[in-house]
Structure formats: structure tokens, C-alpha cells
């Protein structure tokens, strides 16, 4: 998760929306003008409003600070979030399954469940739950507890 979340920064922060500078980030331009008014921002005051784009831009620092920092530095160690691709054909799992992926990583079917999907290569998202890792491969609406085997 972290890793995606350092995406969407990298993203936000490509096209000037978390760049702490003097015309972003704002809540103006992250916020449609609906949801702007629905929030009841229109009623700040321009001072006021300054100083919550200001905040934002602070938090946004902090942020991208804090999920740039690993929570596991030891060597090998699994990340919050791994996205790749199953090598070759996938058929869903069926109790034991193992997924083999592009990037070399061995991963097996965790908890007891029965999918059938055809795909070939399809794309996949692991992320760490706190009941373990859960993947989500893309075409297929549930998701599978799995642990890494490599």
C-alpha cells in the first residue's frame, strides 16, 4: 500500500498538486468546486483559506516523508505492496494453488477458497493485511490470503 500511495504522490506531485510552492498544492485545485462548497469552504476567508492551503502543503511534505521511509529495513524483506504479473496462464485457485510471478517472487494460496477465472499474464496487486497478505489479480472480483514461499 505504501508503495502505491508513493505513486499517487510521485503523480500529484508531477502535475504540481503536492509541491509545497506559493500556487500548490491547494484545496482549490484538489477539490472540485461542488465538493469545495459542499464542505462549507466557501465561507473562509481568504486568510483562512491561505492557511489551510498552507497546512496541506506541510502535511503533504509529511507525508511523502513518511511512506518514502521503509518500515522494514532489513534486507529481503516483503513489502506493504507488490504489483506484477502471473507468469504464463491463470486458472483461479483451488485450495493450495501457487502463483509464480514475473519478478521472480513464489507465492501460495493461504486460506481455503475455490475461484475459477482464465487469464493469461493477468496483472496482480499483493498487499500486506493485518491478517497477512491478500492478492487481487485483475479480472477477478475476490481477493486470496497468500504467503510467499520465495
Not at 462548497?37 to 511523502?64: D, Q
Not at 510471478?101 to 507465492?107: A, F, K, R, T
Request: hydrophobic residues 40%; contains cysteine; positive net charge.
Amino acid at each position: 500500500m505504501r508503495r502505491l500511495l508513493i505513486r499517487l504522490l510521485a503523480v500529484m506531485t508531477s502535475v504540481g498538486l503536492c509541491v509545497p510552492q506559493a500556487n500548490g498544492p491547494s484545496v482549490e485545485r484538489l477539490m472540485t468546486p461542488v465538493e469545495f462548497r459542499e464542505a462549507g469552504l466557501t465561507k473562509l476567508s481568504s486568510n483562512e483559506l491561505a492557511a489551510l492551503n498552507r497546512w496541506l502543503g506541510r502535511y503533504t511534505v509529511l507525508i511523502v516523508k513518511t511512506l518514502s521511509q521503509s518500515s522494514d529495513p532489513r534486507p529481503g524483506a516483503t513489502p506493504d505492496a507488490i504489483e506484477s504479473y502471473i507468469a504464463g496462464d491463470f486458472e483461479g485457485w483451488d485450495g493450495e494453488t501457487i502463483f509464480k510471478l514475473d519478478n521472480g517472487q513464489i507465492w501460495q494460496q493461504a486460506s481455503y477458497a475455490y475461484t475459477y477465472h482464465y487469464a493469461y499474464h493477468p496483472s496482480i496487486l499483493i498487499y500486506r493485511t493485518a491478517g497477512g497478505f491478500r492478492m487481487k489479480v485483475d479480472g477477478v472480483t475476490d481477493t486470496i490470503l497468500v504467503k510467499r514461499l520465495k
